[in-house]
Structure formats: C-alpha cells, structure tokens
C-alpha cells in the first residue's frame, strides 16, 4: 500500500491544529502507522530541504521548522501522495483553494502548516529521515474494507 510521510509544522503544533488535521486524513479513510512529536535540529533539517539549498528562503525555513516542535506522520492509503497534497493545497495558502487544510488554516507561503511528500520517491527518503523501520505499525483496522 502507498505511504506518505507528513509533518505538521511549527505554526499547526502552536495554533492547536494538530487533532484537526490528524482526524481529516483519518475520516478520509488513510491509515495512520507512524507519530513521533520532535524538535528537529539543523542537520535534518537542511536534509529534509536539501533540494532547496542556495534558494533564497532555504535559510528562513530551515530556522523556521527546527523553532519549535513538529509532529511527523507516516500514513498509509490508496493514492496518499497525490490525495495528500490535494488535501493540503497549493503550498502558498494565498492559492490554496478553500476548505484545503492551506486554504483554511495559513495565509502566507512561509508559515503553510504542513509538509507532505512530492512523490513516492521523495515519501520513501523522508521517511527514512525521521522512522525506523520498527516505528511503523502494520495493522489491520476496522471499515477498511469498506474503502475499496
Ligand atoms: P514545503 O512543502 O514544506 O516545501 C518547501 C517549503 O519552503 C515550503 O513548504 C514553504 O514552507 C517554504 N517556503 C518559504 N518560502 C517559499 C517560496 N517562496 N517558495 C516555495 N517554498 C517556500
């Protein structure tokens, strides 16, 4: 099954959406199988964003995510990439079309809420950032088969 990692940054953790967001990928029907709160330091920080490094924002976001906690998620689901970023929004809130988690939680590009993975490449190397293997859960759950 198809896994996306997702990060809710420091602007969800402090503005108290961490439960919003958590339970609109649940009631969409995506399997949660990976949750740990962190302060993330600068080395994996600057891994995370490494395909932005020498664009000019790179330095703000980097200080930016490692400012305070962030909660990383791995989730589990038909199409999760493509429905994830769908369900998140355009990365600038002030595109992000409304009723987007973007749309109705952020106003500006460098405070957008939430991180998910471009691509099942790039969900692959972000999850070996932050998860052990044996820190993702593999479990069935009640209703999936009501999902296909
Ligand atoms: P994210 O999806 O986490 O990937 C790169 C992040 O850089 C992006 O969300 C924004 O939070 C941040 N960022 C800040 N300024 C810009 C910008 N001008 N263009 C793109 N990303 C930006």
Redesign the pocket.
């Known amino acids: 099954m198809e896994k996306t990692f997702l990060m809710l ?1 420091p602007d969800a953790v402090q503005r108290g959406l961490i439960g919003e967001i958590i339970s609109r990928f649940e009631k969409r029907g995506f399997k949660l199988i990976g949750l740990k709160m962190l302060k993330l330091d600068r080395a994996t920080a600057e891994a995370h ?1 490494r395909e ?1 490094k020498g ?3 790179f330095e ?2 980097v200080e930016y995510i490692t400012s305070s906690p962030v909660v990383a998620m791995v989730w589990e689901g038909k199409n999760i990439v493509a429905l994830a970023r769908q369900m998140m929004g355009d ?2 809130p002030a595109q992000a079309c409304p009723g987007s988690i973007r749309g109705s939680y952020a106003l500006d ?4 809420i939430i ?2 993975s471009d691509s099942p490449e790039s969900a692959e190397r972000e999850i070996k950032l932050y998860f052990r293997e044996d820190e993702l859960m593999s479990y069935s759950k009640i209703g999936e088969e009501w999902l296909s």
Do not use: L
């Open positions: 940054k964003y932005h664009k000019p924002f703000s976001t990365t600038n590009i460098s405070r957008n991180h998910g």
